[in-house]
């Protein structure tokens, strides 16, 4: 096991948010991320219908599920496989590919109130490749967002500071009527990422 490797394992077992999330029955310490947004932001309203892309290992969907109760939908797609959560639907494949995004609206049964994107590429090690590619997948989000969201609907998404971060949120700001920025404690402090608020 490599050193950096060795340093990432110490500091998830000793994760506050990790423990936590292991005593509180999440998949991921990224439950957390969301609930301090939502407690804010007021994102989750029972009965909304919901698409989580890039949903695995599933801790936004189980937020997602708990909150908008049995009135509302949650459709949660991956490319890699998931037990669905309670409350959700999984579509496997990638949300690029009409097929996909054609399932999701079907499930969804028309526009959906929210969309949340936690996507990650698979990382490659090159800061710079990692960083395009990561903001490719949120501007094709984005255009996701223009097909799926009903009029007054949201947009959660993360994204990394870099070189592409003023051209995401400029896309960003054409599309919707407001954006706003939150860094949630849960979010490692020592991490780039950060996440974009756009209703």
């Not at 890039?54 to 009135?71: I, R």
């Not at 797609?77 to 037990?83: A, K, V, Y």
């Not at 090690?125 to 949201?154: M, N, T, W, Y």
Request: charged share 25%.
């Amino acid at each position: 096991m490599s050193h950096s490797s060795k340093h990432w394992l110490q500091r998830h077992v000793n994760d506050p948010f990790v423990k936590r999330a292991r005593e509180e029955g999440y998949r991921s310490r990224a439950a957390y991320t969301l609930l301090e947004i939502d407690s804010r932001d007021r994102l989750l309203r029972t009965g909304a219908t919901v698409i989580d892309l890039g949903a695995a290992p599933g801790g936004w969907s189980q937020v997602v599920s708990a909150k908008v109760g049995a009135k509302g939908r949650v459709i949660a797609i991956d490319l890699l496989e998931m037990p669905a959560p309670p409350g959700v639907q999984f579509i496997q494949g990638s949300f690029l590919d009409p097929a996909v995004r054609a399932a999701a609206l079907q499930a969804a049964g028309g526009k959906v109130d929210l969309v949340l994107s936690d996507m990650m590429p698979n990382v490659s090690g090159i800061a710079s490749a990692d960083q395009a590619r990561a903001a490719e997948l949120v501007h094709k989000a984005i255009e996701f967002c223009g097909v799926v969201l009903k009029p007054g609907g949201g947009f959660l998404v993360k994204v990394f500071q870099g070189e592409e971060f003023a051209g995401i949120l400029a896309e960003l700001r054409r599309c919707f009527a407001s954006v706003k920025t939150r860094k949630p404690a849960a979010s490692r402090g020592e991490s780039r990422e950060t996440y974009l608020l756009a209703r």
